[in-house]
């Protein structure tokens, strides 16, 4: 089975920071990884697919890099509605699907 | 594009229940549906899933007690579980999968139904 490390787990930023999330599968993707934000109760949101398209809607602060086994999420300059937990995905390795274990993302 | 989640609720272990997602602004036969369910304080499993064709596929930690299916002229995708066990416990959503190439993303997800599998 494919595994899926997202890193860190974890993490503490202010308004204003730009910040990295990485996302590492332990075989080839290609490109098909996704991204997603879920805030607390609710529903995760498309952010960005195929590594690195943004999603219609989404703030170009947003923005994502990588191809193979290595992807990262980058978020220009933090702004207070983008605390939440943040999960990558494939869908290159069969059965159709993988997550990544989630990154919390807090106010410091 | 709307889909709505019905069913969940709270099951003994052993037991079955059925979730619905009703879809509109698109055809759920014309697309490729899937569960994906959330454990509380947990990440996001992929449970489910058929495809345009019919094809369907399970995690194996599901494969032998749940049902994916459809009803075209309802226009709703449905999740039979069967022999649920306390580990089921989890908010389930339906989402829609736009495909693209060889992959394909998440771009419609409904809002979740929550199931809790307790005696």
């Known amino acids: 089975d494919i595994q899926m490390t997202q890193s860190p787990s974890s993490l503490s930023a202010s308004v204003g920071d730009r910040v990295t999330i990485t996302c590492r599968t332990s075989?080839?993707?290609?490109?098909?990884l996704n991204w997603y934000q879920q805030k607390p109760g609710k529903a995760p949101t498309l952010l960005i697919y195929d590594a690195s398209t943004l999603q219609s809607g989404i703030p170009s602060r947003f923005s994502g890099s990588g191809s193979g086994t290595d992807f990262t999420l980058t978020i220009s300059s933090l702004q207070p509605e983008d605390f939440a937990t943040y999960y990558c995905?494939?869908?290159?390795?069969?059965?159709?699907?993988?997550f990544g274990q989630g990154t919390y993302l807090e106010i410091k | 594009v709307q889909l709505m989640e019905t069913g969940g609720g709270l099951v003994h272990p052993g037991g079955s229940l059925t979730l619905s997602c009703a879809a509109s602004?698109?055809?759920?036969?014309?697309?490729?549906m899937s569960w994906v369910r959330q454990a509380p304080g947990k990440g996001l499993e992929g449970v489910s899933f058929?495809?345009?064709?019919?094809?369907?596929y399970y995690a194996d930690s599901v494969k032998g007690r749940f049902t994916i299916s459809r009803d075209n002229s309802k226009n709703t995708l449905y999740l039979q579980m069967h022999s649920l066990r306390a580990d089921d416990t989890a908010v389930y959503y339906c989402?829609?999968?736009?495909?693209?190439?060889?992959?394909?993303?998440?771009?419609?997800w409904g809002q979740g139904t929550l199931v809790t599998v307790s005696s």
């Open positions: 995905q494939q869908s290159y390795i069969k059965p159709p699907c993988t």
């Open positions: 075989q080839n993707v290609r490109t098909y």
């Open positions: 989402a829609r999968a736009e495909v693209i190439g060889a992959g394909h993303f998440f771009d419609y």
């Open positions: 058929i495809y345009h064709d019919g094809t369907t």
């Open positions: 602004g698109f055809s759920v036969s014309a697309d490729y």
